[in-house]
């Protein structure tokens, strides 16, 4: 027995409310983030991602104060992402209780930023969030503003830039998959698991349990991540564990 | 009388997640602080830790922590977390070599980036998530059940699983320490503040232990 692969609950959080939206459009009301998490975290949850999706400069203050009150009663790991821009932005979130931040578009349009993060901060404490879309066979490209700009980077190539820049995770979304419950995307998690020297969260699609299994098995990633399956009580995390142990992965119980 | 824990404040980021979870696992008041005094008179201490032991070490000693802590453990028990823990040793090999606090002898070294596990995969570095952590006898593990899961993240360890010093086992690629323990010492590679009930129940252990191994 060793290392648990992780189940990770993802709160996308709108203006303080938690929302999930199929193909970050339809936008679905599930509940005061709080509340959400304690309820994940009593279920066996292994960490907690929260994303920011409006991530204005009014919400700010908001998303710290929420990330806060978390981190006072949840006592698992915390992922806080959405609009992180500079290390004052990481350094809020880490001093209001978030124990790893995550940076998606920035990354792309400043990669030193990932640098000077993993340099002041940690590694440990750094998680790259890529969302890529299929563009032809085998190969991914990097999309950024929920899915809507290209930007012709190479999904693998760039994840093991940050890599090399000091990222201790990769946050790993498929916009093809996310919102349609059709499983993750196993050839681009599996592409990037193998490619990578740092675990690799598989997120986007998963619309059943076994997908979570299929995450780990064929996509190779050290820890799945759903929204929606577990919002709206769909499943419990104690449900996916279940299912994930029969299929012989070793996890948390 | 409510004891005082003092967490020691040294620049190195969140203490938050310590702090609240000190004072959720039982009656304490819990100080984040600097204060050479305050850490002295406080009937407990935390040294955290997060990111490079050589950060650590220089955030400490800036603040003349460093003899601070070696005077604390002579009266009183402490509790290493993570870095925290890391920095009681003698010394680590990241950056250009760093020299400890030398409470615990030996020394903390990078995991090899060419692990792998009996099925033959490749290990990740860090090593991030939920480990079994085998136990050895020691009154802090009162009421955990042994290879219980701890959250642990971290890329370098303290490699001699069999040294008389340590307490606690866990297996990456091969054994290393997961708690490291001397009279009114007791040092934790993983996050309790992070495990969730078991972790809460190893600081209301703490809470109560007389420093005895």
Not at chain 1, 89 to 98: M, T, V
Not at chain 1, 196 to 213: D, I, K, Y
Not at chain 2, 13 to 26: F, I, Q, R, T
Not at chain 2, 43 to 52: E, W
Request: proline letters at 3%; one cysteine or more.
């Amino acid at each position: 027995m060793g290392l648990a692969k992780r189940i990770i609950p993802c709160l996308d959080v709108d203006q303080g409310r938690v929302v999930k939206g199929v193909q970050f459009e339809d936008i679905r009301d599930a509940g005061d983030p709080v509340e959400v998490s304690r309820r994940y975290n009593q279920e066996g949850a292994d960490e907690i991602t929260f994303l920011d999706i409006t991530a204005s400069h009014e919400n700010r203050a908001t998303t710290l104060e929420t990330v806060s009150r978390m981190a006072s009663e949840v006592f698992i790991p915390l992922t806080v992402g959405g609009g992180v821009r500079y290390l004052d932005n990481i350094r809020d979130l880490l001093l209001a209780g978030a124990d790893k931040v995550s940076i998606n578009t920035a990354a792309v349009f400043e990669p030193e930023l990932v640098k000077k993060a993993a340099e002041k901060f940690g590694s440990q404490c750094i998680v790259v969030a890529i969302d890529a879309k299929q563009v032809e066979q085998a190969r991914w490209e990097i999309f950024t503003h929920g899915g809507r700009k290209p930007t012709g980077l190479d999904a693998v190539e760039w994840a093991v830039r940050m890599v090399s820049y000091g990222a201790g995770e990769i946050l790993l979304t498929s916009m093809d998959r996310d919102g349609t419950r059709d499983g993750f995307d196993l050839g681009l998690t599996r592409s990037v698991a193998d490619a990578v020297t740092v675990p690799v969260v598989a997120s986007g699609g998963v619309g059943h349990l076994n997908h979570l299994v299929d995450g780990v098995v064929q996509g190779h990633a050290e820890a799945v991540l759903a929204a929606s399956i577990f919002h709206f009580a769909h499943h419990t995390i104690g449900e996916a564990k279940e299912v994930m142990a029969a299929a012989g992965i070793e996890v948390r119980l | 009388m409510t004891q005082t824990v003092a967490v020691i404040d040294y620049g190195s980021g969140n203490l938050h997640s310590v702090a609240k979870a000190v004072e959720y696992a039982g009656q304490c008041r819990v100080l984040v602080t600097a204060d050479a005094e305050e850490i002295r008179s406080a009937d407990r201490v935390v040294l955290p830790g997060v990111g490079a032991m050589g950060d650590c070490m220089q955030g400490l000693k800036e603040r003349g922590l460093d003899l601070v802590v070696l005077g604390v453990i002579q009266e009183k028990p402490l509790m290493g977390v993570c870095v925290g823990m890391q920095i009681l040793t003698e010394s680590g090999e990241e950056s250009a070599g760093v020299d400890a606090l030398g409470v615990f002898s030996g020394q903390i070294t990078q995991f090899s980036k060419s692990m792998k596990n009996l099925k033959g995969d490749a290990l990740k570095v860090p090593h991030m998530g939920w480990n079994e952590v085998e136990q050895r006898q020691h009154p802090m593990w009162n009421g955990i059940a042994d290879r219980t899961r701890f959250y642990f993240v971290h890329s370098y360890r303290y490699a001699d699983a069999t040294a008389e010093c340590v307490v606690g086992t866990c297996e990456y690629g091969a054994p290393f320490a997961a708690a490291l323990s001397k009279p009114n010492v007791f040092g934790v590679q993983f996050h309790p503040e992070k495990s969730h009930d078991a972790g809460i129940h190893l600081y209301r252990n703490f809470l109560t232990w007389d420093g005895a191994c």
